[in-house]
């Protein structure tokens, strides 16, 4: 990809300041692919307050995540993967927190899969 955009632009890659911008931004376009599943990576400040909203509420095991993964569709789907733990037991369990997003609408968790 890196020769491609190089030929495009005409630039230098070394000598061009922005590129890496340039190389990040067509990178999350790509991930961002209706339909596809992004990698699993991690957690920002809005995928952050999703999971929190999702999760209000939710009593017995402890969910902390730790990477997300997201699919566009018509809202958002998310697949939180999480360590889980039912306080005060020290057992420690990983397990996939699925929750829809939508468009205009409140995040609600649509399955959690122990793994």
Excluded at 29 to 51: C, M, N
Aim: hydrophobic fraction near 35%; glycine fraction near 6%; aromatic fraction near 8%.
């Amino acid at each position: 990809m890196e020769t491609r955009n190089h030929y495009k632009t005409g630039r230098n890659p070394k000598s061009h300041k922005s590129r890496k911008s340039k190389i990040l931004i067509m990178t999350t376009a790509q991930e961002s692919l209706v339909g596809g599943w992004t990698a699993y990576h991690a957690l920002t400040p809005e995928d952050q307050k999703v999971f929190d909203e999702a999760m209000r509420g939710f009593v017995g095991v402890k969910y902390t995540p730790q990477l997300v993964s997201t699919q566009l569709v018509n809202g958002t789907n998310y697949r939180f993967k999480c360590s889980a733990s039912m306080p005060p037991a020290q057992v420690v369990w990983e397990a996939i927190v699925e929750i829809y997003s939508p468009i205009e609408g409140v995040p609600h968790v649509v399955s959690i899969t122990r793994i």
